[in-house]
């Protein structure tokens, strides 16, 4: 029996995206550095093409630039990034968040409430590192897109949410107030399950503005 495409395993190429998705927005790599194609399938084990295609979905992305006879380079975070990031997140996470309680399915809440309990879990936790922290950021705020049932509005959140993160992530160590920070979601993720779109579209712009906020506050 054929696998069908919602089981089927991701391309290699996929795969290769996904990886260098997260070491590009946790900063990983770092900001400004080269990458080789070559090196970069010996890394992960797979083929030039692959990585080919991954680096050219990241360059939609904004993650990683290539210029001409140069190469490719991971993006550098500016900082005046901050405020036309937020513009967009300001408008767009409220609408996300009251979509997902409007529409969530049943399966979508069951997801949401074991996210709900990994953050109380995570976030009053010492030992949890600041990596960890910013992983479980991204993972909640993709249910929350996943939840909307709109393609779009999820692409487009997740774009701009790995570019926060970028931005977070250059400042982990100067922002001691990171577990609180993730921990806010427990409200949000509880709206959207009981399905308030207004607390929910509330608790969403509580949070981007509170992001903004901390950032500029040690800059």
Known sequence: MPVSSATAAPSLAEQAYRTLTDQLVTLQIRPGSPLNDEQ??????????????ALKRLEADRLVVAYPRRGTFATEVHLTDLGHVS??????????????ARRSTAA????????????????????????ELMRLDLRLHRAVYAATGNP????????????????????????????????????????????????????ATDHVTGFEIAIRAVL
């Open 87 to 100: 513009e967009v997140r300001r408008q767009l996470e409220p609408l996300a968040a009251a979509a997902a």
């Open 40 to 53: 970069l399938a010996r890394e992960l084990g797979v083929g030039r093409t692959p990585v080919r295609e």
């Open 108 to 131: 979508d809440r069951e997801l949401l409430a074991g996210l709900a309990d990994l953050v109380a879990e995570r976030s009053g936790q010492p030992s949890t590192t600041p990596l």
């Open 152 to 203: 779009y509005l999820e692409s487009t959140l997740v774009g701009y949410d790995n570019l926060a993160t970028r931005i977070w992530c250059l400042f982990l160590g100067r922002l001691p107030g990171l577990a609180g920070h993730v921990g806010e979601h427990s409200e949000l993720l509880s709206a959207v399950i009981d399905g308030d779109a207004e607390r929910a579209a509330a608790c």
